[in-house]
């Protein structure tokens, strides 16, 4: 079965620095997509970013950017400059294709990063 | 707007009786999804739906129930049989890869 490892569960990093989340997961598939959600404390759930495991570049948003290490199925972001507005629970997730044509979509256990002021 | 939309917000129910917890879209998506989130244990995938009148479950279907009659619907039962149901409730819906989130339930059982 595919998983979602978060091994962070809180984290904090003072206003304008730079803070890695680290998300590990294990898959037999080779074809699949990751990404990561962010949920504020108004609990709605925003995509931050996404890497297709076909691409070997790893993503940029912004001041939100990957590290994708698919041999080692790792896939770590790096948020860079945190602001205030960046505290909150990040979740690394999943996307698996199946021939049928489903996707099943699966989460970690999130982080959750305090952003200090 | 598009968007999904969850119904209620809050819901209080007395232990042993069923709830039925509702998910609309307007986004014309096909997927839709039914996650349960616990402190610490991040988004637990309950059931999944690709087209109408099929669906499948996830990781912890069990007590659950869901069904998929028109595409812009797919409400979720929490039945007498989950042992406990107290949770925050997500459900979503997929545009190829990313998943669009309503705004949760949050269920109480008392």
């Known amino acids: 079965a595919q998983t979602v490892t978060q091994s962070q569960p809180e984290m904090s990093v003072q206003e304008a620095e730079t803070v890695t989340l680290s998300c590990t997961y294990d898959?037999?598939?080779?074809?699949?997509?990751l990404f990561w959600y962010k949920q504020p404390p108004s609990r709605q759930m925003i995509l931050v970013i996404r890497q297709e495991a076909y691409k070997q570049q790893n993503a940029t948003e912004n001041r939100f950017s990957v590290n994708f290490q698919k041999a080692a199925k790792s896939f770590s972001l790096k948020i860079s400059d945190s602001q205030l507005g960046d505290t909150a629970m990040y979740f690394c997730?999943?996307?698996?294709?199946?021939?049928?044509?489903?996707?099943?979509?699966?989460f970690g256990t999130g982080t959750r990063l305090k952003v200090l002021a | 707007d598009g968007g999904i939309t969850q119904s209620p917000k809050y819901l209080f129910r007395k232990e042993g009786q069923n709830v039925t917890l509702s998910c609309e879209q307007n986004l014309n998506h096909d997927a839709m999804y039914w996650y349960r989130q616990d402190p610490g244990q991040g988004l637990r995938l309950i059931y999944y739906s690709q087209i109408v009148n099929d669906f499948q479950k996830g990781d912890i279907a069990e007590g659950y129930s869901v069904s998929r009659e028109k595409k812009e619907s797919f409400p979720l039962t929490v039945t007498s049989a989950q042992k406990n149901p107290t949770a925050f409730y997500l459900c979503?819906?997929?545009?190829?890869?990313?998943?669009?989130f309503g705004q949760g339930t949050r269920l109480t059982v008392v």
């Open positions: 898959t037999s598939e080779n074809n699949y997509y």
């Open positions: 997730a999943f996307m698996e294709t199946f021939t049928s044509g489903t996707y099943k979509y699966i």
């Open positions: 979503a819906s997929l545009l190829g890869s990313e998943a669009f």
